[in-house]
């Protein structure tokens, strides 16, 4: 990562060098120091270009990449294991050595808990039908006797909701 600093550095450095050789150039009395003054305000033109996309880590003037799109916004962590074990209502009185091992400790219990608190019943229930049942959204719109773009709206409301309530919560801190 200081590799990176150190970049970011040396090119806004760069810059301010090319840029006041750039100011120096600007009475343009002879040809030559037009063509000059073309070619070294492209080198500006690119180091900007390379700062703003070490600063900002994507592309600059990107309209249609995947990252400008809310892909971000919507990704949010949960272990399908995890979630898959706290689904479980009960559990059998003999376990496969497997499934001991995948057992869910109280603490991720609690934090699966503080995340599902937000959600409503229909939307919880929606949620776990699909990322723990593994049901498509047609096949939850037939159960529910819905719309499929109504159920994918559900889904989508829940993951917002779960990703608001893990970056705020206490007990998503905890490790």
Not at 119 to 134: G, N, P, R, S, W
């Amino acid at each position: 990562m200081q590799d990176m600093y150190f970049l970011l550095k040396s090119y806004k450095d760069q810059l301010r060098v090319v840029r006041a050789y750039y100011d120096d150039l600007k009475p343009l009395s002879t040809p030559e120091k037009k063509a000059e003054s073309e070619i070294v305000g492209g080198i500006i033109t690119d180091l900007e270009h390379i700062i703003e996309w070490i600063e900002t880590g994507r592309r600059p003037g990107a309209k249609r990449d995947i990252d400008r799109r809310s892909v971000y916004e919507l990704t949010y962590h949960m272990d399908p294991v995890i979630l898959a074990n706290y689904a479980r209502d009960e559990e059998p009185t003999f376990m496969v050595e497997e499934e001991k091992q995948s057992q869910l400790s109280e603490r991720d219990r609690l934090r699966i808990e503080d995340a599902l608190s937000v959600l409503t019943e229909a939307e919880k229930d929606v949620f776990m039908m699909h990322y723990v049942q593994l049901l498509s959204l047609g096949e939850i719109a037939a159960i529910k006797k819905v719309g499929k773009s109504t159920i994918q709206t559900q889904i989508e409301r829940s993951k917002k909701k779960i990703k608001q309530q893990t970056l705020c919560s206490l007990f998503a801190f905890a490790i």
